[in-house]
């Protein structure tokens, strides 16, 4: 191992010099830093008056995040391939779904990262800083919200967007106000509406087709209809949910992934428990508050109907869709949530509290949670901004009693 | 009276390298130096020329913004040069010692009797001997004005940063001296004078814990549960248009000899600690005031390349060894191995060596060990990203993420609204050290800080 090191230390040390100031490739000096300090970390002491650092850099914590993502990768590669199989009634064992699976979406990874990292590359060679961990998370994060069904080329466009005009146009990473990956999604959803929405994917196989259950709701309408049992009476029941054998986004349809992801999000102390927590408790009181409406009410004198949509039992609302998906590696992005510890709860509550809204008020964008993440980003800074004021009052009114009960 | 408080936030850094108990003693090769250059901020003007005759207690320049403030000699002896430093700033003044007991008196008291003496007259010694330099004042914490009346003053005992000297050996045998400028300090302030002392001391008994005619308060916790910083907070916040005056026992002892005696004192206790240090000379050590660096560290230097860190590991200042000597302010030296080693995949490597705050990192799970630590920045500069971890580190009543952006936005205003003039920069040293992204936050406030003290508020 020492002499391993060994060498790649030389290695890097002999074309240093071609990279640096004045050599012939000083242009693409981000792009040598970035695999230089891949390899091994940098030389650097420090500076300043404290003179001793913590162990962790932003490498190993972007490095958990997508450790996270793994198993939600995994399981999003075999459901591509168990949809495939389930759709076109070709008889299969696992093995053969797993590799038909992640020969439908590896590419659209691979693409996410090469489009993507040029465009990394690109304005860390104009702006002449580092290359940001972050996009190894970004590039990753993208493709497992996109339906295994999407286009490369709507692959290649999305994450562009979702990078240029998501982050680098704020400064960079650190700078933006939008969770890259979720700009990128929000930009297809609403660019290729047809492609991206719920209601009807072709399962990576021509012709096939294929509803997700949010896609559903939106074209049951309004009459007294008992959701559950048409949800149930097209194969969407709680436990088909739970497990994820059912179509959607790559990584999001199971659960039992995106809790481990949380898992190690949360024991690492990478991602906001406070946020994930007041997401599940936002969507949890909402979707109650939800159910106790009425199904009918009266008016002028005539009986109408409401929708049917809010009588979906809450429980069913944390296994639809991506709530859990994006309240757990969305929503935590610390960049573009909010930064206060009780800001954050009051952010993700919201998340909560919008992803019900919309899903049930208007269920023609069935994805709910993203437009909620992106709503809430928005807010975020406000959310500080009165945190931060709330306790500089309090720190007052503090100072002030300490200073009468001195007299 | 006596208050006790258990500080539950913070963080001890698990480094070795901490120094024994024992006192060694280095004596005087006979070249003394006097830094002028100790007092930041503060312009000094020669009084004397190269080949002066001066005693001890000789003014040997005086302070240029303040009538009255001199830096003495603390030895008699020749004037052998007069040395500028950066834009011709004084900075030291060399004194070939000639071993004579020549001295030019203070006004002496008695450790009673100073209680009766008038605060002018005390103000005043303390004033022409250059030893009001080690009392501070806050906000800003820059030398004590004394036309300025503080509204009670802090003594801090305690040493909760890796690695400040232990304030009762400080004070070993100092008794006198340690109860005279407490009773000085008295003199100063209508309100109380707080001497604050690390809970674990509590029961031993000593001239600090049995100090009389001040207030005696305990703290419990982690680092910085011993920065005054967090005395002030708990005890009687800064509030806007308040001074407090701070010192540390350090101090204390060297004022309440130059009280007792009416000499300037010449002889100071410093300690000596990190793995940088052979491990035999971990320790304190009685020096003669002003003596070169070189000579106190002389074979004590452990083998490989470290820095000597004037202060302590997490605020202090790295110093060139032959470029400086003892300071008046000084309590003590760290040295702490210099780390270059690049390491293999730091990102995904377990690094069980290395000691880590966040729970992401193997390291994290060893509780009880100590840790190797070295200079290395262990990671590269980058754009903040974490959010809500620092404020775990801070004991003051201050939100650090939002406080961290108006600083670096330049919003006085608003810094001032969150807080931070009842904070100092070491306050932030945790966050600094556990920052994924490696930034100096200790940077950012003293800048913030020094454009309040410029803007005025």
């Not at chain 1, 994450?159 to 933006?176: A, H, L, M, Q």
């Not at chain 2, 609204?417 to 003293?446: H, N, Q, R, W, Y």
Request: a negative charge; hydrophobic letters at 45%; one cysteine or more.
């Amino acid at each position: 191992m020492k002499d391993f090191k060994k060498i790649i230390e030389e290695k890097h040390d002999s074309i240093r010099s071609l990279f640096e100031e004045g050599g012939k490739f000083e242009k693409w000096y981000p792009l040598f830093e970035a695999q230089d300090t891949f390899a091994l970390t940098p030389p650097d002491t420090t500076k300043g008056m404290t003179h001793v650092r913590d162990g962790v850099d932003l490498k190993r914590v972007m490095f958990t995040v997508v450790v996270a993502l793994i198993p939600c990768l995994l399981w999003g590669m075999f459901n591509a391939g168990y949809q495939y199989y389930d759709a076109s009634g070709i008889e299969a064992n696992l093995f053969t779904m797993m590799i038909r699976g992640s020969w439908i979406v590896m590419p659209i990874i691979l693409t996410s990262y090469i489009f993507g990292g040029i465009w990394e590359v690109a304005f860390a060679v104009i702006r002449k800083h580092e290359i940001n961990e972050g996009f190894l998370v970004t590039g990753l994060l993208f493709p497992l919200t996109l339906p295994p069904s999407i286009a490369l080329w709507q692959v290649a466009v999305g994450i562009s967007f979702g990078v240029v005009v998501g982050k680098e146009v704020f400064g960079g990473t650190g700078f933006n106000i939008l969770n890259p990956a979720l700009t990128a999604r929000a930009y297809l959803f609403f660019a290729h509406a047809k492609d991206m929405t719920g209601e009807v994917w072709t399962l990576a196989k021509d012709g096939a087709t294929g509803a997700t259950p949010l896609g559903l709701g939106a074209s049951f309408g309004g009459e007294g209809l008992d959701v559950k049992a048409a949800l149930a009476d097209r194969g969407f029941t709680f436990g088909r949910m739970f497990s994820g054998l059912e179509p959607g986004s790559i990584g999001e349809t199971a659960v039992i992934p995106i809790l481990i992801g949380a898992a190690i999000l949360i024991v690492t102390g990478v991602g906001s428990w406070r946020i994930m927590a007041g997401a599940c408790a936002g969507l949890g009181a909402t979707a109650i508050l939800m159910n106790l409406m009425p199904i009918e009410g009266q008016e002028a004198g005539e009986i109408v109907q409401f929708t049917t949509w809010t009588q979906i039992p809450f429980l069913y609302h944390f296994v639809m869709g991506s709530f859990l998906f994006g309240t757990v590696f969305m929503a935590t992005d610390p960049v573009s949530a909010a930064s206060t510890n009780i800001g954050k709860w009051i952010y993700g509550a919201l998340i909560g509290v919008v992803t019900v809204l919309v899903r049930v008020t208007n269920p023609g964008f069935p994805e709910g949670v993203m437009l909620a993440i992106l709503f809430m980003n928005v807010m975020a800074p406000m959310i500080d901004y009165y945190v931060v004021q709330a306790h500089i009052k309090n720190r007052n009114a503090k100072l002030r009693k300490f200073s009468y009960a001195k007299g | 009276m006596s208050a006790d408080f258990t500080i539950s936030k913070g963080l001890n850094l698990p480094m070795l390298g901490a120094p024994g108990t024992e006192i060694r003693k280095v004596s005087s090769k006979g070249t003394i130096s006097v830094f002028p250059s100790e007092f930041q901020k503060v312009k000094f003007k020669s009084l004397v020329e190269e080949g002066a005759k001066v005693a001890r207690g000789t003014k040997l320049a005086r302070r240029k913004d303040l009538e009255g403030f001199f830096v003495c000699s603390p030895v008699s002896g020749t004037v052998k040069a007069v040395n500028l430093g950066e834009r011709r700033s004084l900075k030291e003044i060399v004194i070939e010692s000639d071993g004579s007991d020549a001295a030019e008196n203070f006004h002496s008291f008695t450790v009673d009797g100073i209680l009766r003496a008038k605060a002018e007259n005390v103000m005043s010694v303390l004033l022409e001997s250059g030893l009001l330099g080690l009392i501070r004042q806050r906000p800003f914490n820059r030398i004590a004005n004394p036309a300025d009346k503080p509204k009670s003053i802090f003594v801090n005992g305690m040493a909760t940063a890796p690695f400040r000297p232990d304030a009762h050996i400080l004070a070993q045998g100092k008794a006198d001296a340690v109860q005279i400028a407490l009773n000085a300090l008295t003199l100063f302030t209508d309100g109380p004078v707080h001497l604050n002392l690390d809970a674990a001391a509590k029961d031993s008994k000593d001239c600090l814990t049995e100090a009389a005619h001040v207030q005696v308060n305990y703290f419990n916790g982690p680092h910085p549960s011993g920065n005054t910083s967090t005395h002030i907070h708990n005890l009687d916040p800064i509030l806007p248009g308040d001074t407090v005056w701070t010192l540390r026992v350090s101090d204390l002892v060297r004022i309440g000899e130059l009280l007792l005696t009416g000499l300037i004192p010449n002889e100071q206790r410093i300690v000596l600690s990190g793995e940088g240090f052979k491990e035999s000379h971990r320790g304190y050590v009685d020096v003669p005031t002003g003596i070169a660096l070189a000579d106190v560290l002389e074979g004590a230097l452990a083998e490989g390349e470290s820095r000597i860190i004037r202060g302590d590991t997490l605020a202090g200042e790295a110093v060139n060894v032959a470029d400086t000597g003892i300071f008046y302010y000084d309590q003590g030296f760290v040295a702490l191995p210099e780390d270059r080693e690049r390491y293999l995949m730091g990102w995904y490597a377990p690094a069980l060596d290395q000691y880590s705050a966040h729970k992401v990192a193997p390291s994290h799970w060893l509780k009880n060990k100590l840790f190797h630590f070295g200079t290395n920045l262990r990671g590269g500069h980058r754009a903040m990203v974490m959010t809500g971890i620092y404020d775990a580190y801070v004991t003051l009543d201050i939100m650090v993420d939002p406080l961290i952006r108006a600083c670096i936005a330049n919003e006085t205003e608003d810094a001032i609204a969150m807080g931070i003039l009842e904070s100092d920069p070491e306050d932030f040293a945790l966050c600094t050290f556990v920052c994924p992204s490696k930034t100096d936050f200790g940077k950012i406030i003293s800048e913030t800080l020094d454009l309040i003290e410029q803007e005025g508020f």
